[in-house]
Every structure is written in structure tokens, then in C-alpha cells.
């Protein structure tokens, strides 16, 4: 498991080592299947019970700082990470970047 850190606007997020896998999955990814995050919360030591209060801890985290609510349900068993809306208030990701242009992700190896 690699150590990631997650800004929004250049404040550091302040996630857990468990929250920062999850958000860094979804935030790679785009979306997760519930099923898929149960069985990533299995692989990194984490019970699949925990879900809805990990997923509220992180949304509680980003929007403590100012951020909007980081994720968006899709029917029942769909989880989409959300972007701030730009000045033009839209909040789709643009396509052909590594990440959404609000947040900066860094790897202890850079």
C-alpha cells in the first residue's frame, strides 16, 4: 500500500491511513461499486461493516475545509467522486486529466 496525501486548494486533507486508501481508490478510479470497496476495505484490514461510517467520516472531512460533499451515490451500489463546481458552476471532471484540477495528490516517492 502505497502512502498518498490528498490536498484540496492547498490545505492538506488530514485522512486517516484507511480513509486515504479508500478516497485514493475513488479518486483514481472516478467510482466504486459498493461490492468493489467492501472487498478493498477486506484487502486493507478494514471490515466491509464500516463502509457508510468511513465514507461519512472522509465526506465530513472535505466539507469541514470548505469542500463540497466528495461523493455522490448512484442508485444503491454506486459511489461517484464529485467536483467543486468551477465558475461557470460546472462540476463534471474534465476529461483527459490524471485528477480533478481542485485536488493534488502526492506520493512519499516525489
Wanted: hydrophobic share 45%.
Amino acid at each position: 500500500m502505497i502512502q498518498s496525501s490528498f490536498f484540496w486548494r492547498g490545505a492538506h486533507v488530514p485522512l486517516s491511513i484507511v480513509e486515504n486508501e479508500v478516497y485514493a481508490h475513488i479518486f483514481r478510479r472516478g467510482r466504486i461499486v459498493v461490492g468493489e470497496l467492501d472487498e478493498l476495505l477486506d484487502a486493507i484490514g478494514a471490515k466491509a461493516a464500516t463502509r457508510s461510517l468511513l465514507i461519512g467520516h472522509i465526506r465530513r472531512k472535505f466539507l469541514r475545509m470548505g469542500a463540497c460533499d466528495p461523493f455522490e451515490r448512484l442508485g444503491k451500489d454506486v459511489i461517484r467522486l464529485r467536483v467543486d463546481a468551477d465558475a461557470a458552476g460546472r462540476t463534471a471532471p474534465v476529461i483527459g486529466i490524471k485528477g480533478p484540477s481542485y485536488a493534488q495528490v502526492t506520493s512519499p516517492m516525489e
